[in-house]
């Protein structure tokens, strides 16, 4: 049985391996790594009180205390942040926090002379001076680098001469005779469109152009491959190949050739260890011009009716709804349901008295991400439903803190409370050929979600019409940046907007007093007839309090399989459609100018698509519209002849008699009728 004190210390030389994060409350081994640490007492030392302290300081028993009584730094550190807070409110500051200058309180890791500890006393058992002094490791020569030439290095080693002869393969798809008729054949196809290349004036286009060596081993490549792979069809599959070449314009050999230059480039990145280098997305082609998009686009346009129950606004609130819902907001006394970890809090939008608070109910822990379900097979249920922010299951404990909690209100008549709705005034000024993309950003302030910065581009040229930052009407707590990508810095150091000012760089945005003069700049672009293109446009309209008519969504015109209220994200449209990626800043957040671009893109393919279809049945765009194909043969005449009745005239015995005469009064008193 092993002995309960920890005086048996068999290994009390050696290095713990756990370290600092050791938990065994009797290690085995030494954990003493400064040098002015005394070393432990023998086991004749101890005494009974001695060791019952030990037993009852748990796992800490180990760590013992430095000269001056204090107890290690990263101890006393883990310590205080198990306390609980010794207050629940916050008070409100978006400014980042400085972080202290690191303290140089622990010298052992310094390899200054004059910064090392002393020594300890030599005693009988000391080791030589040679094991335990400090060794620095020896200084490096410097060395300088040589300046770098102008020609490669590669270019000074003479390139080996390639000859046509196919690759001796362990298996010959056919006679080495027949394979070398073949390589000859598509190096002479080759040649000639390599040489159209050389005499090109463009740049890009020009160094593309192949050595003769270089064309040899282009020819050796591939005929090899077609051989590897295609051992028993080798000659018909040759044959299709020079037929191909044989009919290769010059276009498609740049395009060929560029191709294979960016599939090298990103097997070097993979061996490098770099991410790999993407393509840029081919642009969209509708075949219209931008006006003709524009007047395409009415096609696309979601009606009003039905939009009330996917949270638009279509009507404005009454005053009665609106002093109701003021009125509830007061009986409830500002508490709030935490929109991210479901807590209940107050909210004091004009601070508390006593203390200057904005919120109670302490530090928000939460998810950030959203829910990933597993893949289900046949035969198997799969895993737990995980979060993408911590791929930990639902239900587990949050792995984000922040200062506070915050809400958000989605009642139009709550929001109405705050800033009242309007519908979209006429405007003469408005371009009647261009649409506008519009996105917004929020954060969270003492009424909910605010909006805090605002961006339009025109459409389908994405010219930039308005991107300026928003001061909040309520105090804020969060500026969100995770999906805002508002940072504070960026938010504090913003300069006041003014009119004169264009569209500038996202990184210097200016900044407006209100979201009502942010709305006023974008009512300044668009008219009731304006169509106005967004992502989940529900959000954007109702936190600018606006009720549009005219609205394109992406969110219709790219449904989910399952149906509403799924949704597709715009990022996963973005990469699916247009093979573009977006928010691709992680903790940085969104670029709503970057959103706006990319959904003004994924309704000009939709455009593109439509158009097609149309196009091929005969439609027209003329005289402001879309108009279907004429019917063949003449035009009918203005005046068409009358239809006659479907019906046929009832002949009865009545009226195929001879009709009655009209008599006189005095004829019908000699009949004797009274």
């Known amino acids: 049985m092993w002995p309960s004190l920890p005086s048996f210390r068999p290994f009390g030389d050696v290095a713990c391996p756990g370290g600092a994060r050791c938990e065994v409350p009797h290690c085995l081994f030494s ?115 040589p300046a770098p030439t102008t020609a490669p290095v590669a270019a000074s080693i003479p390139e080996v001469e390639v000859k046509l002869l196919p690759k001796k393969l362990p298996k010959d798809p056919a006679a080495f005779t027949r394979r070398i008729q073949f390589l000859k054949t598509l190096h002479q196809y080759m040649v000639p469109l390599n040489d159209k290349v050389a005499q090109s004036a463009d740049p890009p286009v020009k160094v593309l152009h192949l050595s003769d060596n270089q064309l040899k081993k282009l020819a050796l490549e591939e005929e090899e491959r077609i051989a590897v792979q295609n051992g028993s069809v080798y000659e018909n599959v040759m044959k299709q190949r020079l037929v191909a070449i044989k009919k290769m314009s010059v276009d498609d050999w740049i395009k060929a050739r ?30 219209l011009t931008p006006k003709e998009e524009v007047i395409f686009l009415s096609r696309l346009i979601t009606p009003q009716e039905g939009l009330d129950a996917h949270g638009y606004v279509t009507k404005i609130p009454t005053e009665a709804e609106i002093e109701e819902a003021r009125a509830g907001l007061k009986s409830a006394d500002f508490w709030e349901v935490c929109d991210r970890c479901n807590t209940r809090f107050q909210v004091f939008p004009d ?92 954060g969270y302030t003492t009424y909910g979600l605010e909006l805090l910065r605002i961006t339009a581009v025109s459409w389908p040229t994405h010219g930039p019409l308005l991107d300026v930052l928003v001061r909040p009407l309520g105090q804020l707590l969060d500026v969100n940046t995770r999906f805002s990508g508002v940072s504070a810095e960026q938010y504090l150091d913003a300069l006041p907007y003014s009119a004169k000012d264009a569209p500038e760089n996202p990184s210097r945005l200016r900044i407006v ?28 309209l109702n936190t600018i309090r606006l009720i549009h008519p005219t609205i394109v969504d992406t969110v219709f015109l790219y449904p989910h399989p ?56 005969g439609w027209e765009i003329r005289d402001e519209g879309v108009f279907p194909p004429m019917p063949p043969g003449a035009p009918p005449p203005m005046a068409a002849p009358t239809v006659p009745s479907m019906f046929a005239p009832v002949k009865t015995k009545a009226l195929e008699a001879k009709p009655a005469e009209k008599r006189k009064f005095s004829d019908r008193e000699e009949d004797g009728e009274e």
């Open 31 to 145: 954990h003493h790594t400064a040098v002015n640490i005394p070393a432990p007492p023998s086991s004749a030392t101890y005494s009974t009180a001695a060791s019952s302290t030990l037993l009852d300081s748990g796992w800490e028993a180990k760590r013992l205390k430095l000269n001056d009584g204090t107890k290690e730094p990263a101890i006393q550190a883990m310590r205080e942040s198990d306390l609980p807070p010794t207050k629940d409110i916050f008070v409100g500051s978006i400014a980042p926090k400085k972080v202290a200058p690191p303290t140089n309180k622990d010298t052992s890791m310094h390899h200054n002379v004059s910064e090392r500890p002393s020594a300890p006393a030599k005693t009988s058992n000391t080791l030589p001076r040679s094991a335990t002094r400090l060794i620095s490791p020896p200084v490096k020569p410097v060395t300088t680098k």
């Open 258 to 287: 560029k191709d294979v230059l960016d599939k090298q480039q990103q097997a070097i990145a993979i061996k490098n260890g770099e991410a790999p280098v993407k393509p840029p997305p081919e642009p969209v082609n509708t075949g």
């Open 351 to 442: 601070r508390r008295e006593e203390d200057g608070a904005l919120t109670t109910g302490g530090k928000c822990t939460h998810h950030w991400g959203r829910r990933v379900f597993p893949k289900r097979s046949k035969n198997t249920l799969g895993g737990p439903t995980r979060l993408s922010c911590c791929n930990e299951p639902v239900g587990s404990p949050g792995c984000t803190t922040h200062d506070t909690h915050v809400f958000k209100v989605s009642s139009a008549t709550r929001l109405s409370v705050i800033m009242p709705f309007i519908e979209t005034p006429h405007n003469p000024k408005a371009n009647p050929h261009t649409a506008v993309c519009f996105d917004c950003e929020m």
């Open 513 to 540: 007093e209100s979201p009502h003069v942010a709305r006023e700049l974008f009512l300044s672009h668009i008219s009731p007839t304006t169509p106005v293109l967004g992502h989940a446009l529900e959000n954007d």
């Open 562 to 617: 399952q149906g509403l209220p799924i949704r597709n994200g715009l990022k996963n449209l973005s990469r699916i459609h247009l093979g573009l990626d977006i928010q691709q800043g992680g903790a940085a957040g969104h670029d709503s100018f970057e959103d706006a671009r990319a959904t003004g893109e994924l309704v000009r393919a939709k455009v593109a698509l439509g158009w097609k279809l149309l196009k091929g049945e």
